[in-house]
């Protein structure tokens, strides 16, 4: 007997016997078959209504390397299998087609991430220092860098000069701006000591 929705080479492999829908409507149930190529065989089920109508069919449930292993698989189907394979007849799966695809808004991705050095802070306090005496401020910021003393001038507002300008500088000269502003602040009440500070 050949399958109603096969090629025309498909045909019955296994008769299934009968099966209700969900719905309670009653089929009839084959297993059917046909070459997919020349040596690999496909198998899906077919459901006639038993009170009559249109057959309907699933879509291709196994690809088998051969007709033998095509009439096994039919074989051993499971009522709950084929009543899912029903179900899926039923209620076929609907793709929508895409909607055309917008033009990209960048020409590639974004660049990597950039990490953002933390800003450069002065590793000690002039003020705090100063009230040990002047000869200890000195003999601390001589042993700093000058990217330190730079620091210690931005981060303590010791000087309007840029920090371009100060850059260019020598360390004797940046040590001698910080102790001069730092005495001046002093002796003027401009500095008040923070509570780490004391």
Not at 15 to 39: M, N, Q
């Amino acid at each position: 007997m050949d399958c109603k929705g096969g090629a025309a080479m498909a045909e019955v492999l296994h008769d299934l016997g009968r099966v209700i829908a969900a719905d309670g409507k009653t089929y009839h149930v084959r297993a059917c078959g046909s070459p997919l190529d020349d040596i690999r065989w496909q198998g899906w089920l077919e459901f006639e209504p038993a009170d009559g109508g249109e057959t309907i069919r699933s879509g291709r449930e196994t690809t088998q390397p051969n007709r033998a292993d095509t009439i096994y698989w039919a074989s051993g189907l499971s009522l709950v299998y084929i009543e899912g394979a029903l179900n899926r007849a039923l209620n076929p799966l609907v793709l929508t087609v895409a909607e055309a695809l917008a033009e990209p808004v960048f020409d590639g991705p974004a660049p990597p991430v950039r990490v953002r050095e933390a800003p450069d802070t002065s590793v000690l306090n002039p003020f705090s220092v100063y009230r040990k005496g002047e000869a200890v401020l000195r003999d601390q910021l001589h042993a700093l860098s000058a990217r330190h003393l730079v620091n210690i001038i931005r981060d303590h507002q010791l000087s309007e000069v840029p920090v371009d300008d100060l850059n260019t500088m020598a360390e004797a000269e940046l040590v001698e701006l910080i102790v001069a502003n730092v005495r001046i602040a002093v002796n003027q009440g401009a500095y008040v000591p923070k509570v780490d500070d004391a």
